[in-house]
């Protein structure tokens, strides 16, 4: 029997999103014949989050990094050995699909070069995507998020998420390591309903969070330089 080890990174200001997400989760993968753990991560650790029930199976955990997404999943995923597969859930996810980890766990089982499957599309998708089916409806992608499934292995050779990312682009910049790497992303369309939030409504300091993003998407680009796309080819000199 596989294991999941899901991981829901949050800043607890929206208590109702993680909630629904973590209950729609628990409720879904009751359905499927698998092993799990679901960790939810909380950047810095408050005595709202530490007393709030969030019900059975979910362990709480505090990264003590604030808004540093890639340190929670981090936190969760490479101190821990027990499982098979890596999940991270957003916490704006209704999770209500009954086959999709059954597909996934099939999909990497019959190809290990598969590096990432995510459900949400990012601005790259318009310049680099390849259809590869129809039911599901599934792209190659250099990356996407929404969740990030994956497996153990893979998440610790590439040693997870770079902590250097602060709010914004840690998933981006894993995809892009595995995609170089030589392994296929795939973003799977409509597979489940997702609650954008704004910036200025994720935290009680959005102008912190908006700056440190904004840092990053610098980051992010300065190592990943000169990007040239095609429909069908992706060329780039990372620094």
């Given at each position: 029997m596989k294991k999941i080890l899901f991981a829901i990174p949050t800043l607890f200001h929206n208590k109702e999103l993680v909630v629904n997400c973590i209950d729609t989760l628990r409720t879904n993968v009751a359905k499927f014949n698998i092993e799990y753990e679901i960790y939810v991560i909380i950047n810095q650790m408050t005595d709202e989050f530490q007393s709030y029930d969030l019900g059975h199976s979910v362990t709480k955990l505090s990264s003590n990094l604030q808004f540093n997404i890639g340190k929670a999943l981090n936190t969760a995923a490479l101190s821990k050995t027990d499982y098979d597969y890596f999940c991270y859930i957003d916490e704006g996810l209704t999770i209500d699909d009954d086959t999709w980890i059954d597909y996934l766990i099939q999909l990497f089982e019959i190809n290990n070069k598969i590096g990432l499957v995510g459900c949400r599309p990012h601005s790259t998708f318009n310049n680099y995507n390849i259809k590869i089916s129809d039911t599901p409806e599934l792209y190659q992608v250099l990356w996407s998020d929404g969740i990030l499934f994956t497996t153990k292995h893979l998440m610790h050779e590439f040693n997870g998420?770079?902590?250097?990312?602060?709010?914004?682009?840690?998933?981006?910049?894993?995809?892009?390591?595995?995609?170089?790497?030589?392994?296929?992303?795939?973003?799977?369309?409509?597979?489940?309903?997702?609650?954008?939030?704004?910036?200025?409504?994720?935290?009680?300091?959005?102008?912190?969070?908006?700056?440190?993003?904004?840092?990053?998407?610098?980051?992010?680009?300065?190592?990943?330089?000169?990007?040239?796309?095609?429909?069908?080819?992706?060329?780039?000199?990372?620094?």
């Open positions: 998420f770079n902590e250097a990312y602060f709010g914004d682009c840690e998933m981006q910049d894993l995809g892009y390591r595995l995609h170089f790497a030589g392994y296929t992303n795939i973003y799977w369309k409509n597979l489940f309903k997702h609650k954008l939030v704004d910036y200025t409504l994720k935290s009680d300091r959005p102008n912190e969070l908006i700056r440190l993003a904004y840092m990053s998407r610098q980051l992010f680009k300065d190592t990943w330089n000169e990007i040239e796309y095609t429909k069908y080819n992706f060329k780039s000199n990372p620094s």
